[in-house]
């Protein structure tokens, strides 16, 4: 079987149907464009063919290239990749400007086929960038298909002619949510913005009906005819300037420069707008070679597309265990945290118990997920009877005897070791000797909570990331004695509740606090030193941390900081590190300035808690050095800072696998995403490099810089980390 099959009917329609075999959603590949291709010109050279439907065998169209591909190109070019990545993406545009021209002749524009795109369902990247070469797409009413051009999400940008297209068919302004966010939108709402052009019950019939009855006119592409101009106007246009002006400071702003695909993206556009269609097509191939060319593409590629979806699809699941879906799972504590796990669960499908002290305290977690679903229901992303299955699923309780029957336990109390003991042992007590145990703590070792547990085998951390409902990490921790039937149901679970998982082993802090923790007390460090907050703040922001050191501490809260310096220095004893942070910390602890909840930390805040600047009063207190530093080396120590850690995590066994190392970083706590995360970083900087800047690191500022034995021995060998340890190298 190929990827694309062709049926010619009485009537004189060609319908042509994707349907990759042995996979849920059809993916583009090397060898299914060149059928495509070939069938393409089979049914353009059949006099008997009057027209041409491209649709799917699946409940969706597709899902994209398969992004192996760009990888495979690169790595069989030798000593030339980007000749090689330019001509394999030319030969696209050429496939599909065959599509959208279908015979037609060139000067009069008569005599083509009409080709029409039924789409059942979900149309993504190049599943879209198809159907746009075509000249009319109809998609089912479907509302849970999503159509849109994702790639900016994973570091490249719409190279199959989706960018020109999309951008001639609806102006820059109005396309720009779709290519530089990667906005999705169901088909109704496509077809409202332009993207799609019916909505119908079947799209197949809808598509042949129009194929049969279509003009001349009806398939000439608008910028293909004479006296065509571009929606909103062209860059020498006065709103078109106004426009590229505009676009040019957003992407600047909000990419700071470190995202090389949007910057690219908006160099194809404005570009491409200068000049006729074809050659439009030639830039937007050598921009989107040179993102592929980038070490950023490949990075975002492997870890927010390959290796996230590998973790997801279980890479790390022990092979042996049977399937572990929950049924019924018990959430203990019904705050914040305990609340978002219930909501995420019943949205799943899972009956949920949301036990608390109080029958209050487990209402409120209720009423927590009640206020989620209403707002879904107004803004129209659930329905009614949705939303109401959906709570009817909670029961709100005090009574442990509700417990009986769950095959999963998350408790979500207090980061009190006691209370987790005591809710461990009344917990044991009415659950079945099948059910899973499983503790939701960021700090505390899994090892010593599970010493509560009468099956310390079925015991195992599950740290979520707040707000739950939102982040889409969870770090699962294995203690010494979790056994694979615990983590398996753990990774059943995160898979059940659509997040992506990552499993490490016990120890302080875990993996993403870990190297979280550090980030904060570098900035705060600097503080100290009398580095301008400011400067701080946005060489953060300026190598891609989504939040600035100091703005983080404020958004989790200053108490807590000092509570976990407490913690960590009473375990620590005189191998603790950060007394030069904990100045700072308690200081602001014992003036009240708690972060945002206290509307007063490293910024002011007003009575609504928006952020209203750096505070004066911090400045007083540690007053801004004369010599300010310079900005590569703030950056270095705060990446520095969280990727040696990550190494070491890697060096003790805390990570078992590479791949968890980045998506974890990134997907947990914003680690620069345009690196692909700490580990990628490292590698675009090459191990030589890496271990002589932590020497001048460690010289200047201290030990905790040092740089760890396995980059050491890497880079004396020439090695980068997913050349030694990707799952791929392990196995050569």
């Not at 909505?199 to 019939?205: E, F, G, H, M, N």
């Not at 939040?547 to 900081?561: K, R, Y």
């Amino acid at each position: 079987m190929t990827d694309f099959t062709m049926q010619k009917d009485a009537d004189g329609v060609a319908i042509i149907t994707w349907d990759v075999p042995g996979k849920s959603m059809n993916v583009m590949s090397r060898d299914s464009m060149v059928v495509l291709n070939d069938l393409i010109d089979d049914a353009l050279a059949d006099d008997a063919v009057k027209g041409i439907v491209i649709t799917s065998g699946k409940p969706d169209f597709a899902g994209g290239m398969d992004l192996n591909v760009l990888a495979t190109i690169r790595a069989e070019a030798g000593d030339n990749p980007a000749q090689a990545l330019f001509d394999f993406t030319m030969n696209g545009h050429k496939m599909l400007r065959k599509i959208e021209r279908a015979g037609m002749d060139p000067k009069t524009l008569k005599g083509g086929k009409p080709i029409a795109a039924a789409l059942p369902g979900t149309a993504l990247g190049i599943g879209l960038e198809v159907p746009l070469a075509t000249h009319r797409i109809f998609a089912a009413d479907n509302p849970k298909a999503k159509i849109g051009l994702p790639e900016i999400l994973v570091g490249i940008f719409p190279g199959a002619g989706g960018t020109t297209r999309l951008v001639r068919k609806m102006g820059a302004m109005a396309a720009s949510p779709f290519l530089l966010e990667g906005k999705l939108s169901d088909p109704k709402k496509a077809k409202a913005a332009g993207l799609i052009d019916e909505v119908v019950d079947d799209p197949v019939a809808a598509a042949r009906e129009w194929v049969l009855n279509a003009k001349d006119a009806d398939i000439v592409k608008p910028w293909d005819a004479k006296g065509y101009k571009m929606p909103g106007g062209a860059p020498y246009h006065p709103a078109g300037f106004m426009t590229f002006v505009g676009a040019s400071a957003m992407v600047h702003g909000k990419t700071k420069g470190v995202y090389p695909a949007a910057k690219a993206l908006l160099s194809a556009v404005y570009e491409g707008a200068l000049v006729p269609f074809d050659t439009a097509l030639q830039i937007e191939a050598r921009w989107f070679t040179n993102v592929l060319m980038n070490p950023s593409s490949s990075a975002m590629i492997r870890s927010l597309f390959i290796n996230k979806q590998a973790l997801e699809k279980g890479a790390v699941r022990p092979a042996d265990v049977d399937d572990q879906a929950v049924k019924k799972v018990g959430v203990l504590g019904a705050g914040m945290m305990g609340a978002g796990i219930a909501l995420v669960s019943a949205q799943a499908g899972i009956e949920v118990v949301l036990l608390d002290r109080e029958q209050a305290a487990a209402d409120k977690g209720k009423a927590y997920v009640a206020d989620y679903t209403a707002k879904g229901v107004s803004r129209k992303k659930i329905t009614q009877d949705k939303a109401d299955a959906m709570l009817g699923r909670i029961t709100a309780t005090t009574d442990y005897a509700a417990l009986a029957g769950c095959d999963l336990i998350v408790e979500a109390v207090f980061e009190d070791p006691k209370i987790k003991a005591e809710v461990t042992a009344k917990v044991e007590e009415v659950i079945g000797e099948d059910c899973i145990f499983a503790t939701n703590t960021s700090t505390l070792p899994i090892t010593e909570l599970a010493k509560a547990s009468k099956r310390p085998e079925q015991f195992i951390g599950i740290h979520f990331f707040s707000p739950v409902e939102k982040m889409m990490l969870v770090e699962i921790i294995k203690g010494e004695a979790t056994g694979d039937r615990a983590v398996a149901k753990a990774l059943d679970f995160v898979r059940q509740i659509r997040k992506t998982p990552i499993v490490v082993n016990d120890a302080r802090f875990f993996y993403a606090n870990r190297c979280i923790i550090p980030y904060i007390n570098e900035g705060i460090r600097m503080v100290k030193e009398g580095v301008a907050p400011a400067l701080i703040e946005n060489a953060a922001k300026m190598v891609g941390m989504p939040l600035g050191p100091l703005q983080l501490v404020d958004e989790t809260s200053i108490d807590l900081g000092a509570k976990i310096a407490r913690a960590t220095k009473a375990a620590m004893g005189d191998a603790y590190p950060d007394e030069a942070v904990d100045e700072v910390i308690f200081w602001m602890e014992g003036e009240g300035r708690l972060g945002r909840k206290s509307a007063a930390g490293f910024y002011d805040y007003d009575e609504k808690g928006k952020r209203q600047g750096l505070s004066e009063v911090v400045a007083a207190q540690y007053p801004q050095a004369e010599d300010q530093p310079d900005l590569v080396d703030v950056q270095h120590r705060l990446l520095f800072a969280q990727s040696l850690e990550a190494v070491r995590a890697l060096e003790d066994g805390v990570l078992m696998d590479i791949r968890e190392g980045d998506v974890g970083a990134i997907l947990g706590w914003g680690f620069a995403p345009w690196s692909g995360g700490p580990l990628s970083w490292l590698d675009m900087l090459g191990a030589e490099y890496a271990a002589a800047r932590c020497d001048e690191l460690t010289e200047a500022f201290g030990d905790r810089f040092a740089c760890p034995e396995l980059l050491r021995d890497m880079a004396s060998k020439g090695q980068t980390f997913y050349g030694r340890f990707a799952p791929e190298a392990k196995a050569a």
